[in-house]
């Protein structure tokens, strides 16, 4: 009689969780664990974890390029082709182990550095990107390597160092990279501006916003600061108070900057159109339906990305992506763990889950527990009315005892001291939040 040969397993605990996850068909689940072990689990166990994953969500690709990790092959060419397809196919986590020990084994190929820091960027790991990329500085090309070396200069939060590298980098001889120098080039124009106005230090969220995306954030959260979240929202149940102070901030940004639209374009989405017809009435501007083509306007969003799943959503936000002249892009509420794919020009407020004022918070119920309350159905124009009805005595932020200063007077000097560069040039999505405390073998 013939036996059936037993499937190898991960003898390292946390990978022999992940495996017990896809006895269960739960590949998620596999690669959550797979994220918290990847870096220290032997590379050999996980290619095998994710061999097997990778075979069945249908990647074929990957699995084959798995296969001679999980046999123990530590080849360069192995290594490159596992980490390509782990970058591929969006889990560059998984990439970075094995380019390391790649480029160990092959120093001088400049096709396994790049991928490297894709890698690296994909997982907004730049400071190790950029200290990959410095080690490496004596053989490399400017265009990509000196280019990317500046890029995650600046997404680390080390303007100096950007500074230094993007001096001797010259223009590239290939026309398709100047876009990109372009845009590097205001990146820095807008950091000269920002740092006139604060620190520009890892924890002045407002001017790194600017310099990364040319956003203008409104305001800033005190909660957590000194934790990490250095004016960043987590969980956010918002009020109409927080929706004034938002426009208040964009009537001072455009007041400030002499922009002077002449109208309100209201998006199709419910909670666009409320945050809308209010930006309608503090600005005193008319609120007319959005259409790509019209200049002059304030275009508004409560949130892009509730945006993008309203039927009409995907187009506009391909419609936003270059702005007409005069377009300017508010969103009151942008995610900043998962960035919409249109960069707004200002921002209210960075969050990780929010929910409208007049959505559906959450509340204590009848026997103690947390429950859902039911979202406030009035018209569109009562919430607006809502919302504007604090004009009377609208409501300063100036920041809370672990935050910064955030008055008027000092977004204000923002706002002036950026008026040169804002709304210059595209405004590019990065997934990056910013700073924090792909390429063939060759």
Not at 58 to 63: Q, W
Not at 358 to 379: F, I, K, S, T, Y
Not at 415 to 422: E, H, M, Q
Request: charged letters at 25%; one cysteine or more.
């Amino acid at each position: 009689m013939f036996s059936r040969r037993k499937r190898r397993r991960p003898n390292t605990p946390e990978l022999q969780k992940a495996w017990e996850a896809l006895d269960s068909s739960d590949v998620p689940g596999a690669l959550r664990l797979l994220r918290g072990a990847a870096e220290e689990a032997p590379l050999a166990e996980v290619a095998l974890v994710v061999e097997r994953a990778a075979t069945a969500a249908d990647f074929t690709d990957l699995a084959q390029a798995a296969s001679p990790l999980a046999a123990g092959s530590e080849e360069p060419r192995a290594l490159f082709d596992f980490g390509y397809a782990c970058v591929e196919r969006g889990v560059p986590f998984l990439a970075i182990p094995a380019l390391r020990v790649a480029l160990r084994g092959a120093p001088d190929s400049l096709g396994i550095l790049r991928e490297l820091v894709s890698a690296y960027e994909g997982e907004g790991r730049h400071r190790e990107a950029a200290d990959e990329l410095a080690r490496h500085e004596e053989r490399f090309a400017d265009w990509p390597d000196r280019y990317l070396l500046v890029f995650n200069s600046l997404m680390a939060g080390d303007l100096e160092a950007a500074r230094r590298h993007h001096a001797p980098l010259g223009d590239p001889e290939d026309q398709i990279w100047q876009p990109t120098r372009e845009r590097q080039s205001l990146m820095l124009r807008r950091a000269a501006d920002a740092e006139q106005a604060g620190p520009l230090d890892l924890t002045d969220l407002r001017g790194w916003q600017y310099v990364i995306g040319g956003t203008v954030l409104g305001t800033l959260s005190p909660f957590g600061f000194d934790a990490g979240m250095t004016g960043r929202y987590a969980f956010l149940q918002d009020e109409e108070e927080l929706c004034l102070r938002g426009l208040l901030r964009l009537r001072a940004l455009l007041e400030t900057t002499g922009v002077r639209p002449r109208s309100v374009s209201l998006l199709p989405d419910r909670d666009s159109r409320v945050l809308g017809l209010a930006a309608a009435e503090v600005l005193a501007l008319p609120a007319e339906p959005f259409t790509p083509g019209r200049e002059d306007t304030v275009v508004v969003a409560y949130d892009l990305n509730a945006l993008a799943e309203h039927e009409d959503g995907p187009e506009i936000l391909e419609q936003l992506v270059e702005r007409t002249p005069g377009q300017v892009l508010h969103e009151h509420a942008s995610c900043w763990t998962d960035p919409p794919v249109v960069t707004a020009d200002s921002v209210t407020l960075l969050h990780q889950v929010v929910t409208a004022p007049w959505g559906a918070q959450l509340r204590q119920g009848a026997d103690g527990g947390v429950e859902r309350g039911p979202a406030d159905d009035r018209p569109e124009q009562e919430l607006a009315a809502a919302v504007v009805s604090g004009l009377k005595e609208p409501v300063t932020d100036t920041g809370g005892d672990e935050g910064p200063d955030d008055s008027d007077e000092v977004f204000t000097a923002f706002a002036a001291a950026v008026r040169g560069t804002w709304l210059q040039g595209p405004r590019r999505r990065l997934s990056s939040p910013g700073p924090v405390p792909s390429s063939r073998f060759a």
